[in-house]
């Protein structure tokens, strides 16, 4: 049956190595800034730490199966850096590329592309200890993580990626609320520069290595804002800074379209926080990619007044915990942005894209497996790519965040977006209703029309 989608569109799951694997200090491995994170008081809603989390490491072949189960045509995962070189640089662990073996192994064994991400979060603890991201040295540990990535697994992945969403290394550096837990914005914006200059340096190094069929990308999450109020000053300035100063602006804009934006440039410029730039720097960062990871959750409208009226209430002691709106169509429009703002040519893939339940509003296991809210969710996304497809959009695959219920970073467990459920404890794994119904999707090549 065709669906509107192109015959090879890569239906998929993701996930990422700290919030599943678990085995967090065994065969090697050593600390990541989150294993650190997850020990600071209050710092995880739940005071969990991320030692066990799916226990991935040792079950894989039981998720690869439930992959199988499901018939997605690939796996999006990331290696830890922590597990492959324990201090950051140096001495590789070959037990941890041992593990890395087996899990590509047994996903090809099982006709599902592998999809590998370099960096999703979990820094070696080692590297924090010297400045992290920080310090421009970030740029030859990344590079070094990265020949030894492409030299052991360099033909076996499909489709690499450089970084996962680098916007959480400023909730890391710049707000505190994600490891290692900063606050100093001018130390972040630093830091970002060299994240961006690194990924550059990989993009040169895997171009070097000419590793046939492979393909190199990044995925730059957009979570677009728009103006509550259209030609309401406020709101229209609220929206802009959202999307360009401390949103996927920062990263598309060199990306895409070569060195910070006017908007950005300005208030760096303004505030004391323009990074240090080295000569080349922007065309290193801008180096071509072969596709484009978009990961997609909602799309916001902003309220300058409402804005004001959650800062009161939190100032005052009160928690605002209110799911925001769903926006689930956004999608078709930020997907033309990428096209034409952004002019990005490369083919793109929907990178991640999923909808949580909160414990407050789920109690037993049995009310998390019925989720029809997830399905009317991640329906109307799908049936938004397939309008941009239709418009000529290049959009190639598309990805379930996640397969399972996992470690949701500073919520812990509390927020759950697996299309199987997750019990924490006996770790035993339970299809959701979502479950059955993307097998169907992916089993009609789309949404049956
Ligand atoms: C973005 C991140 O890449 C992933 O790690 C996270 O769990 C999901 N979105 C959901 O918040």
Known sequence: MNCGFPKDFLWGVATASAQVEGAAFE???????????????????????????????????????????????????????????????????????????????????????????????????????????????????????????????????????????????????????????????????????????????AVKLFRAKKLANARLGIVVDVWKHYPARPGNNEDEAMALAANEIAGFGWFLHPLFLGGYSEELTEYMKKNGFTPEILEGDFATISQPVDFYGLNFYNGLYDNADEARRIRELEASGGNYQERPEQHPEAIYDVLHMLVEKYRIKVPIYVTENGYIQLDEDNGTKEDFLEDPERIAYLTEVIRSIRRAIADGIDVRGYYVWSLLDNFEWNAGYTMRYGLYHTDFGTLERTPKKSAGWYRNVIENNGLDV
Request: overall charge neutral; aromatic content about 14%.
């Open 27 to 201: 065969d090697g491995k050593k600390a990541t800034i989150w294993d650190a994170f997850c020990r600071l008081p209050g710092a995880i809603r739940d005071g969990n730490v991320m030692d066990v989390t799916c226990d991935q490491y040792h079950l894989y072949e039981k998720d690869i199966a439930l992959m199988k189960e499901l018939g997605v045509k690939s796996y999006r995962f990331s290696f830890s850096w922590a597990r492959i070189l324990p201090d950051g640089t140096g001495k590789v662990n070959e037990k941890g590329l041992d593990y890395y073996r087996r899990l590509i192994r047994c996903l090809k064994e099982n006709g599902i592309v592998p999809n590998a991400t370099m960096y999703h979060w979990d820094l070696p603890y080692a590297l924090q200890l010297k400045g992290g991201w920080g310090n421009r040295d970030s740029v030859k540990w990344f590079t070094e993580y990265a020949d030894v990535l492409l030299e052991n697994f360099g033909r076996d992945i499909d489709l690499w990626v450089t970084f996962n969403e680098p916007i959480a290394t400023w909730v890391g550096y710049g707000l505190g609320s994600f490891a290692p837990g900063l606050r100093d914005e001018k130390y972040a914006r630093q830091a970002l520069h060299n994240l961006l200059v690194s990924h550059g340096e």
